[in-house]
């Protein structure tokens, strides 16, 4: 039988497959997409999943290893920097792979401690964690419609 901290390990991989498989099909040319007046390309949303999920690390999970500048969440806006893939698909993946590392490295008891955050009040780990599986599934969600519907 799992434990549950190898049952949510999992449900992190398979969130993030969805992820992953968006970023095999984002040319270059799609980092700048948008949809009509929307404020976010594809690469600023790449740059915002990663970032927050660095933040996320380091403080919901309390990681004191994480540095992270999270330009995405301090501008608040896309600036139209984030347009180089090989860089936006390093930092994608260093942020999933400590993420991944971090959630590995929970006892089973940590899962039901309290936490609170400014963004989301008080929650236990398990359920702050859900904020996390959930933010990557939406802005995936959004990269995917941009992908396919989007212009530079």
Do not use: C
């Not at 919901?60 to 600036?79: L, M, N, Q, R």
């Not at 929970?106 to 401690?113: A, I, L, R, T, V």
């Amino acid at each position: 039988m799992k434990t549950k901290t190898q049952l949510l390990l999992d449900i992190w991989a398979e969130a993030r497959t969805r992820l992953q498989k968006q970023m095999d099909l984002i040319s270059p040319e799609d980092l700048g997409k948008k949809l009509g007046e929307s404020p976010n390309s594809i690469g600023f949303l790449l740059r915002h999943l990663a970032d927050v999920e660095l933040l996320f690390g380091k403080n919901v999970f309390g990681s004191p290893d994480i540095k992270v500048i999270a330009k995405t969440v301090i501008d608040k806006k896309d600036t139209g920097e984030w347009t180089e893939l090989a860089a936006l698909q390093r930092y994608v993946d260093e942020a999933g792979e400590s993420l991944k590392e971090i959630i590995a490295q929970q006892k089973e008891e940590d899962w039901e401690k309290e936490i609170h955050t400014q963004e989301f009040g008080t929650k236990t780990l398990a359920e702050a964690f859900a904020r996390i599986v959930s933010h990557t599934a939406y802005h995936t969600g959004q990269i995917a419609i941009l992908q396919k519907y989007g212009h530079v």
